[in-house]
């Protein structure tokens, strides 16, 4: 599958951005998505996720209340994020589990990854 994210960019504390990607090449709806960031020196980190069905979501405790991720049956997937502030400054990338069962929240199960779209957060 192949996956390109788009819709980052910069905006101040405090702002929203939505975030998409679309899915290529694959049964997209075979796969559980998920968005995965990554901050200058820190660790890759699941921030959202959602199963193949859309009947089940994950999010980090860093972002609960604040973003939603959400999928089309055909092949985009969405993470809406609200209430931005500096902490969430990464590289934003979408990806895949192409292991169709129930949600996975572990990093290393996400196989595809996009190219990743930079979120930049003023404070």
């Known amino acids: 599958v192949q996956l390109q994210a788009s819709g980052g960019g910069l905006v101040q504390a405090g702002g929203s951005l939505r975030l998409s990607c679309v899915a290529s090449e694959g049964t997209f709806s075979n796969y559980n998505m998920g968005w995965i960031r990554q901050a200058p020196g820190k660790e890759r980190q699941l921030v959202a996720a959602i199963s193949w069905s859309g009947g089940s979501t994950y999010y980090a405790d860093s972002v609960k209340g604040r973003f939603s991720i959400s999928r089309d049956a055909k092949n985009t997937v969405w993470l809406q994020m609200n209430s931005l502030n500096a902490e969430d400054t990464a590289v934003y990338y979408c990806?895949?589990?192409?292991?169709?069962?129930?949600?996975?929240?572990?990093?290393?199960?996400?196989?595809?990854w996009g190219q990743g779209t930079q979120v930049t957060v003023s404070s």
């Open positions: 990806a895949a589990d192409p292991v169709r069962g129930p949600l996975r929240v572990a990093v290393p199960r996400y196989d595809y």
